[in-house]
């Protein structure tokens, strides 16, 4: 019989009752509660890993020089007439930004300064035992002036070293329109402070003929006070102490990029006399220069070069008393000194003569620079003084007129510095220079071996 889906109720109804007890509901959880003593242990940790995690960010954010006083603004020249003079000098350049450009060769670069303000990595001022620690002392060419902080002498010879399996601190202690009496006494200053393994003296040819700086060749290195340092001060309460009296305070991140070559009508513009466009000077050059598109004293070098460049160094202007001073100080500390030598643009090959004529030099001159020998008596006279004293010469004028004759331009043809190829070139140079002469203070003498 089909009994349905009644038949379904009817079982259900009828069967005997399931004798295991009902199951009891799930107890409640109850909360996990500290004790008094853990949480307390918990909140301390907590503000411990928060105040030290606070530390670890000033630190980084606010970072303090180890020394007073040393620092690229004190080798460079100031308009002392300016109002923020004094307060600049105090505080000096520090992780400061300097924006260079030049409209008609189409870069611009941003110098991206260290703690003590030159470009390229930070340095600490006791060298790390084992390494070796090269200066190379300088002016814009030697800052980079023209391309990233990647690509300068520095950092193109830093890459040499390492690639060679001999790694080594190179540190760029260029500083952009630093004249001859500049470069005394940063390389004076920084050999006895740093201490280093060597020093390359790398001279452009705007830094020759040598002016008469008799005077300042007697003084000895400046003394820089180390700055006491609590560590375990916080550097919070540093921060609110400089705060409340004036003190220079150090920010590693976060400046805006400072135009080094100030427009019109900032008194450091030599055009800011409202002087009319001189002739043989093109308008558009005139009108950059005056913005602050590009170096404003490139029409006075334009001018002056070609007397620089054929100076008579038998009456004046030699540079063998000051690289007789620096040598001697070099020995003192134990450093071995080197000279480089970066000629201008002009006399490696024809191809910049169109610009410099532009910028307000004579067309016979600009013309006559590649090839006429009087031209190239600074290169005599370094040759000749670095032989007298012993001191290795790279002279990088071969190097780059041969480059130069393959038809890669290796100098920006306005600016007139040395483009990334042009740097690459000179660090090359030094670098074959640095390491013959290192071969040969190996060498024994031929005295040494000699039978008595």
């Not at 004190?74 to 308009?79: G, L, N």
């Not at 520090?94 to 990595?121: A, K, Q």
């Not at 001022?125 to 990647?150: F, K, M, N, W, Y």
């Not at 070139?425 to 203070?441: M, P, Q």
Request: aromatic share 8%; glycine share 6%.
């Amino acid at each position: 019989m089909n009994r349905g889906r009644g038949s379904s109720i009817l079982d259900a109804m009828t069967s005997p009752p399931d004798p295991s007890p009902p199951e009891a509901p799930p107890a409640a959880k109850r909360p996990l509660r500290l004790s008094r003593q853990r949480l307390w242990l918990f909140r301390g940790v907590l503000l411990l890993a928060v105040a030290l995690g606070q530390e670890v960010v000033f630190r980084a954010m606010f970072p303090r020089p180890e020394v007073q006083q040393f620092n690229r603004i004190h080798y460079q020249q100031m308009a002392q007439s300016h109002p923020q003079f004094k307060k600049t000098m105090e505080r000096g350049l520090v992780y400061d930004r300097l924006w260079i450009e030049s409209r008609p060769d189409g870069f611009s670069e941003v110098h991206n300064l260290n703690l003590y303000g030159f470009r390229g990595p930070d340095f600490r001022i006791a060298r790390t035992p084992g390494q070796r620690r090269i200066l190379v002392v300088g002016d814009s060419v030697v800052e980079g002036e023209g391309v990233p902080d990647s690509q300068t002498i520095t950092a193109e010879w830093s890459r040499i070293l390492s690639r060679e399996g001999s790694p080594a601190e190179v540190i760029n202690l260029g500083v952009i329109a630093a004249s001859m009496p500049h470069l005394w006494i940063l390389l004076r200053d920084a050999v006895a402070l740093l201490r280093p393994d060597d020093v390359v003296l790398a001279l452009y040819c705007n830094d020759l003929p040598a002016p008469f700086i008799y005077d300042s060749l007697n003084q000895p290195p400046k003394r820089f006070e180390p700055i006491e340092v609590d560590p375990w001060e916080p550097r919070l309460v540093d921060l609110i102490d400089r705060a409340i009296y004036e003190k220079p305070i150090y920010r590693r991140w976060f400046h805006p990029a400072i135009r080094f070559f100030a427009p019109i009508p900032d008194e450091t513009n030599p055009w800011a006399d409202g002087r009319p466009c001189p002739s043989g000077l093109e308008k558009a050059l005139y009108d950059d220069m005056r913005a602050g598109r590009i170096n404003p004293w490139l029409h006075h070098q334009s001018e002056d070069m070609p007397g620089l460049l054929s100076h008579d160094f038998s009456k004046d202007g030699s540079p063998q008393t000051i690289l007789q001073r620096m040598a001697d100080l070099s020995k003192i500390f134990e450093a071995r000194m080197m000279v480089a030598y970066i000629p201008f643009c002009g006399v490696v090959h024809t191809r910049y003569a169109k610009a410099l004529v532009e910028m307000g030099m004579k067309p016979d001159l600009a013309a006559a620079l590649p090839g006429d020998p009087k031209y190239r008596a600074q290169n005599r006279i370094l040759a000749e003084v670095c032989g007298q004293l012993n001191l290795p010469l790279a002279d990088a004028t071969p190097d780059l007129e041969a480059a130069e004759a393959a038809g890669t331009p290796h100098y920006w043809a306005y600016d007139t510095h040395p483009n990334a190829q042009g740097y690459a070139v000179i660090a090359r140079r030094i670098h074959e220079t640095w390491s013959t002469s290192l071969r040969d203070a190996r060498k024994p003498s031929s005295q040494s071996g000699a039978q008595p």
